[in-house]
């Protein structure tokens, strides 16, 4: 039986940060969960998002504290449950848990295993193993939005308005050099890097790292980074307008994955769809 906790228990006694519990509508309904979710790979993206909208409907995901009726939950920290903790880990949201007390689970795992950029949808998602030179545009996986630099800033943002065309080259050292704007501008960070220094515009060239985050589950994603610098990966913090594009930790938060969207050759002039305009054309 998984380890009960009742409601009432005070918060100096619940554990307190990354304790996360789902509350027990009954056992019947837990070894129905339990028994419909066995067979299903944990791998398998379709099959996630199935199992996340049953579990919507059987289940619902809260952190300790919230709930104001007597309701017993069950935590799902405890070995007993690792195939729960399996599954939320594979569909990449278990770090957001506590964020959808006011959020259904299952859009959120439909978030993060579709997301895509539907202006750009038309265009090529690199999945290489090593990314080729060429023009693109960058998005960021957790929250969708496009790497800017806006005009006279020199900090890269993200965007849901539009986005900067990034010129991406890899020299025969393994490194690519990420130049955008309307100058000759390159992606750089400061000297001494730390967690929380933003990501700005230099005409000086820096050398980064672009790779796979998994070549098998996240074929699409893409870490950045500087060798030097692990482990400190290119972040977006949040999804607001303008957010600096920062240096974060965390190479399983997917704030910090990346998606590359391939240019044609010769259509380098495309600008990336305005959140106003109709997002199945360019603009």
């Known amino acids: 039986m998984p380890h009960i906790h009742d409601q009432n228990t005070s918060q100096a006694d619940a554990p307190v940060a990354q304790n996360l519990a789902i509350k027990d509508d009954g056992d019947e309904n837990l070894n129905a969960a339990t028994k419909s979710t066995t067979s299903v790979h944990v791998r398998e993206v379709n099959g996630l998002a199935r199992v996340a909208r049953r579990w919507a409907r059987k289940l619902r995901v809260m952190s300790f504290g919230e709930s104001k009726t007597k309701k017993k939950i069950v935590d799902i920290t405890g070995p007993t449950n690792a195939w729960i903790r399996s599954i939320l880990r594979e569909s990449s949201v278990i770090a957001e848990i506590s964020q959808l007390r006011k959020r259904p689970y299952a859009s959120h795992v439909q978030k993060h295993t579709y997301a895509t950029w539907v202006g750009l949808g038309h265009l090529q998602i690199e999945q290489s193993p090593f990314l080729p030179s060429g023009t693109y545009f960058i998005t960021n996986f957790r ?9 006279r800033q020199e900090e890269l943002c993200g965007s849901a308005n539009s986005g900067s065309k990034w010129r991406i080259t890899n020299d025969s050292d393994k ?3 990420i130049q955008g704007g309307s100058g000759p501008w390159f992606a750089y960070r400061w000297p001494s890097p730390r967690a929380g220094n933003t990501i700005i515009a230099s005409q000086e060239k820096f050398g980064w790292v672009i790779g796979q985050r998994n070549a098998i589950r996240d074929p699409d994603c893409y870490l950045i980074y500087a060798t030097s610098d692990l482990p400190l990966l290119w972040g977006l913090p949040d999804g607001d307008e303008q957010t600096p594009v920062a240096l974060c930790r965390g ?8 998606r ?3 240019i044609p050759d010769g259509n380098e002039d495309q600008l990336a769809p305005s959140a106003n305009a109709d997002r199945s054309r360019y603009v």
């Open 143 to 151: 929250h969708d939005v496009l790497v800017s630099l806006p005009d």
């Open 175 to 177: 490194r690519w050099y």
């Open 251 to 258: 190479e399983t938060d997917s704030k910090n994955w990346w």
């Open 260 to 262: 590359f969207h391939r």
